[in-house]
């Protein structure tokens, strides 16, 4: 089957640093992506993995293991406006670019 | 420039009507994602279309549920008979090939 597996609620600190892990059970790979969804808007893109290893972006850094089916999403130095849902996403069952969504984080930053 | 639109950003329908929601995706993107998203769920993947032909139908739930894109741009999803369980915000995105995809502000449908 096809599985996308990540936490559904974090709390974290403003200025601390927070982890959200994503696993994934998929017959066919091309591509890991984090979204963030402020509550009523639409997902915006935040980073891509389709290598292993780390990809940063600023506050954002984000980790693949094609091998282990695992990625995390790492933000650094959290403010309070990065209070959102973060979606994890794999794209890519064979002969298809269609990308599977995981049911997302709710982060939420307190003061 | 200008990103991915939809329209209506609302429509409130009753149980057993038809319903169309269009997407506009930014221009030169040739490939064009459908998704339906309930509330505290990530987005549902229904279809996707790469240039006029859909390239995926797969996560349409039924046969109720129909999306054209006729001249490789705006593409309209049509649901027929609707029920109270279609109630979701509908999201479209688009790419060019195989790049990220960029969403639009969403669709949000009420069935009463």
């Known amino acids: 089957g096809q599985n996308i597996d990540q936490p559904t609620e974090m709390t974290a600190t403003e200025g601390a640093i927070v982890q959200i892990n994503c696993t994934y059970q998929?017959?066919?790979?091309?591509?890991l992506f984090w979204y963030q969804q402020h509550a009523g808007e639409a997902p915006t893109f935040l980073s891509y993995n389709v290598l292993d290893g780390l990809e940063e972006k600023g506050r954002f850094s984000s980790f693949l293991s094609r091998s282990k089916g695992y990625s995390y999403l790492l933000l650094k130095e959290l403010q309070m406006k990065d209070s959102a849902s973060y979606l994890c996403?794999?794209?890519?069952?064979?002969?298809?670019?269609?990308?599977?969504f995981g049911t997302g984080t709710r982060l939420k930053v307190l003061a | 420039g200008a990103g991915v639109s939809q329209t209506p950003s609302n429509k409130v329908t009753e149980k057993g009507k038809y319903v169309e929601l269009r997407c506009d995706p930014i221009s030169g993107h040739t490939a064009l994602y459908w998704y339906r998203q309930s509330l505290g769920q990530g987005p549902e993947f229904l279809i996707y279309f790469q240039g006029t032909g859909a390239a995926d139908d797969s996560g349409l739930p039924n046969d109720r549920f129909f999306a054209v894109r006729p001249e490789g741009s705006v593409s309209t999803l049509k649901i027929q008979r609707t029920e109270r369980g279609d109630s979701a915000v509908y999201l479209c995105?688009?790419?060019?090939?195989?790049?990220?995809?960029?969403f639009g502000p969403g669709t949000r449908l009420t069935v009463l």
């Open positions: 996403a794999v794209r890519g069952w064979p002969g298809t670019y269609k990308y599977i």
């Open positions: 998929t017959s066919g790979f091309n591509g």
């Open positions: 995105a688009s790419s060019r090939s195989t790049d990220t995809q960029y």
